[in-house]
């Protein structure tokens, strides 16, 4: 019995521990499953939030797109056409079967006193993607030809190179620049060795016009951009961006140079684009009558050769301009606008200001010619790698020659009055070319004047490619604007172009989004705003 007693004891303490085994992969199954569940869940809300970031981000892009079609459209020539409201509406479809496009409203800016901004536009933009709920985004954009406003003698956006030169400034409002008629009548037009060194070379002077706003300036960050060097004199700063770019040589005199860094928006230059819209110079100068002599024109290329050519008030085009041994001057303001090279040698190239007299429109009685640099303003677009702009020879140019995408030499003792701004600038002739022992002294020196009469009046590079800046953007979570679709007719007109009807969800409350880092731009539906300057 004792034997059979223990025996069955040993059963039922085996079965014990069966049960404890089954009982503990039980507990062990039910949490795998809860932990499942929840990493379950948890995957689905991650993927949740995941396509709905993704979407809208989508809807983001698709109103970018928007703006990127809305800024061509205020950069092309012509605007498209404006309802009777002011606006002009535009959608672009990128993916029907999940309606996802584009939407743009550009509308007419307002004034506060309620006139029309001739300038300023109000863009509203509207993506749409899969799930998400629309993203709007409201900018405003400026609409005008570039401006630029010159306060430097010499700008080289990648490379300046001075030797033999002079730089320095001048005000001609103040203290007028003449020469005498009498040393211009032998420059090419009656004996072109008078009045000219043993080189051929003219030698114009000038004296006791000097200020020291003869600035220099460049871009460029690699060391030794700018280079002055073998007696030259700047009477001005040289303005660099990094420390390491200016190079000046022990013989140069910088008693009147300084050195800074280059001031902020200094260094925006768009590029010139010539219109296509504006009159012919050469045909312009072959209609003249009595006809000048001297004056021709090949492919567009305008050369004055051996002549004195002058033009009325205006804007011109040519793919290209030549001066040997001449005159070419200016009756009041001019533009050229120059698609090519441009070459001046041994003549005069020059502004004026306008004269009821007779060509060349001197003082009465008076036997002067006065420079007038505001009054000239050359624009130069290549048409070919090898173009540049070249002046030499003694030339005498007073005006503007702004070139940012070409080259610029002035050399052989010529002298330019006004400012200029080029890709790379050479200015007097280099240690290592020939014929560099012919500008040795001071009165053979190469020069350029900044002429602070010329800061007073900004130059356009481009006048039929208007550019479109933004000055405000605010990026809104929700369509609801309900006050305004009410009011404004604009956005009832917009709502009804827009290819689906969005039904508009709640109202957000008025809080901050710290996932954008800031707070609302001030409305009951903004989530972030910000500034272009």
Same mark, same amino acid.
């Not at 698709?62 to 056409?81: C, G, I």
């Not at 020879?393 to 003792?413: E, F, M, N, T, W």
């Not at 009804?496 to 709640?506: I, K």
């Given at each position: 019995m004792v034997n059979g007693s223990a025996l069955q004891s040993g059963h039922r303490l085996s079965n014990r521990r069966g049960a404890a085994f089954l009982l503990a992969v039980y507990f062990a199954s039910l949490m795998f499953l809860v932990l499942g569940g929840v990493s379950l869940q948890r995957t689905m809300t991650e993927v949740?939030?995941?396509?709905?970031? %993704?979407?809208?981000?989508?809807?983001?892009?698709?109103?970018?797109?928007?703006?990127?079609?809305?800024?061509?459209?205020?950069?092309?020539?012509?605007?498209?056409? !404006?309802?009777?409201?002011?606006?002009?509406?535009?959608? +672009?479809?990128?993916?029907?079967?999940i309606d996802s496009r584009g939407n743009s409203m550009i509308c007419k800016a307002t004034n506060p006193d309620g006139t029309i901004n001739p300038t300023q536009y109000r863009v509203d933009l509207l993506g749409t993607s899969m799930t998400s709920g629309p993203v709007w985004i409201t900018t405003f954009v400026e609409r005008k030809a570039p401006e630029v406003t010159l306060t430097n003698a010499l700008v080289g956006l990648e490379d300046i190179a001075i030797s033999h030169a002079k730089v320095g400034g001048l005000n001609t409002t103040t203290s007028p620049v003449a020469l005498s008629l009498a040393t211009l009548a032998n420059l090419g037009l009656a004996n072109l060795m008078t009045g000219t060194d043993v080189y051929g070379d003219f030698v114009p002077t000038l004296a006791g016009l000097y200020t020291n706003q003869g600035h220099i300036a460049t871009k460029a960050t690699t060391l030794n951009a700018l280079r002055v060097t073998h007696g030259s004199e700047v009477l001005g700063t040289l303005l660099t961006g990094m420390a390491g770019v200016a190079s000046i040589s022990p013989d140069t005199n910088t008693t009147n140079m300084g050195t800074g860094p280059l001031p902020s928006g200094s260094v925006d230059f768009p590029p010139v684009r010539v219109p296509t819209t504006l009159p012919a110079l050469g045909a312009t100068l072959q209609a003249i009558v009595p006809p000048i002599v001297g004056v021709s024109v090949s492919h567009g290329v305008v050369t004055i050769d051996h002549a004195w050519a002058v033009v009325a008030p205006g804007a011109y085009r040519a793919d290209g301009l030549v001066l040997q041994d001449a005159v070419f001057s200016t009756n009041g303001p001019v533009d050229l606008y120059i698609k090519g090279a441009v070459s001046v040698t041994r003549s005069l190239l020059y502004g004026q200001t306008l004269c009821p007299g007779e060509i060349p429109c001197p003082a009465a009685g008076v036997n002067l010619l006065k420079f007038s640099p505001p009054n000239l303003r050359i624009f130069v677009q290549p048409a070919a790698s090898?173009?540049?702009? %070249?002046?030499?020879?003694? &030339?005498?140019?007073?005006?503007? +020659?702004?070139?940012?995408?070409?080259?610029?030499?002035?050399?052989?003792?010529?002298?330019?009055?006004?400012?200029?701004?080029?890709?790379?600038?050479?200015?007097?002739?280099?240690?290592?070319?020939? !014929? &560099?022992?012919?500008?040795?002294?001071?009165?053979?020196?190469?020069?350029?004047?900044?002429?602070?009469?010329?800061?007073?009046?900004?130059?356009?590079?481009?006048?039929?490619?208007?550019?479109?800046?933004?000055?405000?953007?605010?990026?809104?979570?929700?369509?609801?604007?309900?006050?305004?679709?009410?009011?404004?007719? %604009?956005?009832?007109?917009?709502?009804?172009?827009?290819?689906?009807? !969005?039904?508009?969800?709640?109202?957000?409350?008025?809080?901050?989004?710290?996932?954008?880092?800031?707070? &609302?731009?001030?409305?009951? !539906?903004? +989530?972030?705003?910000?500034?272009?300057?």
């Open positions: 949740k939030a995941s396509l709905l970031s %993704r979407d809208t981000h989508q809807s983001f892009w698709n109103s970018e797109a928007a703006f990127d079609q809305a800024l061509t459209a205020l950069r092309a020539k012509a605007l498209p056409p !404006f309802d009777a409201l002011g606006c002009a509406y535009a959608s +672009i479809q990128f993916d029907p079967s090898s173009d540049k702009v %070249r002046v030499t020879k003694g &030339s005498v140019v007073a005006g503007v +020659i702004y070139a940012p995408q070409l080259p610029v030499r002035i050399d052989h003792k010529s002298l330019l009055m006004g400012a200029m701004v080029s890709k790379t600038a050479q200015v007097g002739l280099m240690p290592d070319e020939a !014929f &560099s022992y012919r500008e040795p002294s001071d009165a053979q020196k190469t020069q350029v004047y900044y002429d602070e009469a010329v800061g007073a009046q900004p130059v356009h590079p481009s006048l039929d490619t208007p550019q479109a800046s933004v000055l405000y953007y605010s990026v809104h979570k929700s369509l609801t604007e309900g006050h305004l679709f009410e009011t404004d007719p %604009r956005f009832k007109k917009w709502l009804e172009f827009l290819p689906t009807v !969005f039904t508009p969800p709640p109202t957000p409350p008025l809080v901050s989004s710290p996932s954008y880092g800031g707070p &609302s731009c001030g409305t009951d !539906f903004g +989530i972030l705003s910000g500034h272009f300057k």
